[in-house]
């Protein structure tokens, strides 16, 4: 018996000493209450999070400094092994993860047409099954229930619904919002009887008080797309014309455009309220704070129904808002708030980040220069991106190569750059896309390849998520699109396999987890996949609308010999030389300094290259992303 017990007393000795080593790593068992949220205490990460305390530089502090500097103490090696581990840096770590690397390239190497003909036909079937129920049973009403198979309008009993009732202004939302969807899935006919029907069924002449910058992106934005593709000789869909159309759609987004003006009024500062009323204009009871993407996000759409109709009026006014709020960014860290005072000028909102409340205001810097050619914008895209990267960027140096945690963009003080929180926000998934789109394309595998890995634990992405706690701060999922349109840019820039495989699984996710009996329903919460009876708009003019591209090699809009650019909401528009011809003399003649120089600044390139060529051709049918980079990865948000 004597045996037994020293046989015993050894197991619980090594589990013992097993336990010690994982809760100090940041490597064993996680703790859950019901939720299957892993909350390790990852000394890792405390370190990413007080890193500034010991005036450390972010480009070469390592979340996982504190696991290297025990580099394997207890373990017994050899001198030959242990020489071995000291020439190579990457072992100490990143070695953890060396395991079955081969499971990643299997899995993601390769992408067979046949399969790829089906997830086409699965998006465009997923796109008809919202679309055709919200005409059955929800048109002329704003959105489908789709749970109930019912229409839903503004919330008129309660004004105080922001939720609600700054999206849904009374005036068919979806059906306008989809009208370019029609034609990138092909369907012509489709297309022309739904322009007859906002044509004949819509106005704007309604009681109804709307946000600014969704009224913009949704509704304005996609008449005008609309229309340029009606009356585009050289547009790729073929003959979509209508018979008898007078430019019908560009007069309602002229009149749309009109009833938003008077939020520029009255301000002292030159940035929009957030609301208006289509009828009276800005409400007597309205606040007077908004936030940086809502103010700063008008440019395109106005931008462009100014150069449509020769009034420079909308330009200018939009235009003129995005140079107030650049005014106002921190003279130490070049960042910028995200809610502002439009009278005063001062920031409410500190929190500098790439999520909600600032994402489409750095998008628009770009898409703006990239669309009308105005160099101040790139000027403006620039600074902003260098800020970015020199404030918000944590991880190593590189993507795809060295030791150290992958690039992580976090939410900071815009004076002074400190971390204010550890939660990023699922709208911030569209950063990879704007990373593409400005030829950073190793930056935005990392990035994409991090919200990658929380919707594969998820099934979908919340609304917020903790990266130091490996948990969802907000729960819910709204059918967002943004992981799916920098998937479809990744995959253009690579034409890597890996991104079709992202979409087939984003695919899947949904008709398992969102599918109900009249449409695709938002996600109450991500872990135990209730539901709420509300399908938003961009699910069918962004979220199908990506995730049909992706699997369209042969789209009318890839084959095409002109460029095509997405709005913020998906509405497809041509880069088009006519866009960059002004009827009118420079708005700002470079008054109050807004773009004076605070250091040495290149000029910007030609905005018709495409700097995707850095990605080198023998990556371009490897993995976009090493194994071992992202085996770290599904273990930083959980996935073992």
Request: charged fraction near 25%.
């Amino acid at each position: 018996m004597q045996w037994r017990s020293i046989v015993v007393g050894l197991v619980v000795l090594r589990l013992s000493l097993s336990c010690v080593l994982w809760l100090a790593f940041g490597l064993g068992p996680s703790l859950s209450w019901g939720f299957n949220f892993q909350l390790s205490f990852n000394l890792h990460k405390l370190d990413l999070l007080f890193r500034e305390e010991k005036g450390t530089d972010p480009s070469d502090h390592s979340w996982s400094q504190r696991m290297r500097d025990h580099e394997h103490e207890e373990a017994a090696t050899t001198c030959a092994q242990r020489a071995e581990e000291e020439e190579s840096p990457l072992r100490s770590y990143l070695s953890l993860f060396d395991g079955n690397k081969d499971e990643y390239v299997r899995r993601y190497s390769s992408f067979p047409d046949t399969l790829k003909a089906k997830m086409k036909d699965m998006a465009r079937d997923m796109f008809y099954f919202g679309y055709d129920n919200y005409m059955k049973y929800a048109f002329p009403e704003d959105e489908l229930n789709p749970i109930d198979c019912e229409g839903r309008g503004p919330d008129v009993s309660n004004p105080s619904n922001i939720n609600i009732n700054d999206v849904l202004g009374n005036y068919s939302l979806t059906l306008i919002d989809t009208l370019d969807t029609l034609l990138v899935l092909g369907n012509v006919t489709e297309f022309q009887r739904a322009v007859r029907l906002v044509i004949d069924t819509v106005s704007f002449d309604k009681d109804s008080t709307v946000q600014v910058f969704e009224a913009n992106i949704r509704i304005l934005g996609s008449l005008i797309s609309a229309h340029i593709l009606l009356t585009d000789p050289k547009h790729p869909f073929g003959k979509v014309g209508v018979e008898g159309y007078d430019n019908e759609l560009l007069h309602l987004a002229h009149d749309l455009a009109v009833r938003l003006l008077p939020a520029f009024e009255n301000t002292s500062t030159g940035i929009p309220y957030p609301r208006v009323n289509l009828k009276t204009g800005v409400p007597p009871d309205s606040i007077n704070e908004t936030c940086t993407a809502g103010a700063g996000s008008l440019l395109v759409e106005f931008g462009i129904l100014s150069r449509l109709i020769g009034d420079s009026t909308f330009e200018w006014v939009a235009r003129r808002a995005v140079r107030a709020l650049w005014n106002l960014r921190s003279n130490k860290t070049g960042l910028l708030g995200n809610v502002v005072n439009i009278q005063t000028g001062q920031w409410v909102g500190k929190q500098s980040g790439l999520g909600a409340g600032m994402d489409s205001f750095y998008e628009y810097l770009l898409k703006s220069y990239i669309l009308f050619g105005e160099k101040e914008d790139y000027k403006m895209f620039q600074a902003a991106y260098e800020s970015i990267q020199n404030h918000l960027r944590r991880g190593r140096e590189f993507c795809n190569e060295g030791e150290g945690d992958p690039p992580l963009y976090v939410n900071v003080n815009m004076f002074s750059g400190e971390i204010m929180n550890t939660w990023i926000d699922s709208l911030q998934a569209f950063f990879p896309g704007l990373q593409v789109l400005n030829g950073d394309v190793d930056n935005a595998i990392c990035l994409h390849a991090f919200y990658y890995a929380i919707w594969k634990r998820f099934g979908a992405l919340p609304e917020r998520y903790n990266w130091q706690l490996q948990a969802p701060d907000v729960l819910f999922y709204p059918l967002r699109p943004e992981l799916v349109e920098s998937t479809y840019l990744l995959y253009q820039a690579t034409k890597n396999p890996f991104y079709l495989h992202v979409g087939m699984d984003i695919l899947q996710s949904l008709e398992k987890n969102a599918k109900v009996r009249c449409g695709y329903a938002t996600l109450h919460h991500v872990v135990d996949k209730s539901k709420e009876d509300r399908m938003e708009s961009f699910f069918l003019s962004e979220t199908c609308k990506y995730l049909y591209l992706l699997f369209d090699e042969d789209n009318p809009l890839h084959k095409s010999d002109n460029k095509y650019i997405f709005t913020t909401e998906g509405h497809v528009v041509p880069i088009d030389n006519r866009f960059r011809e002004k009827q009118w003399n420079d708005l700002f003649p470079c008054e109050d300094g807004a773009l004076a120089e605070r250091g040495p600044s290149t000029l910007p390139p030609p905005s018709n290259i495409s700097n995707c060529n850095r990605i080198p051709d023998e990556r371009r049918y490897t993995l976009p992303l090493k194994s071992v980079y992202m085996k770290q990865i599904d273990h930083m948000v959980g996935l073992f």
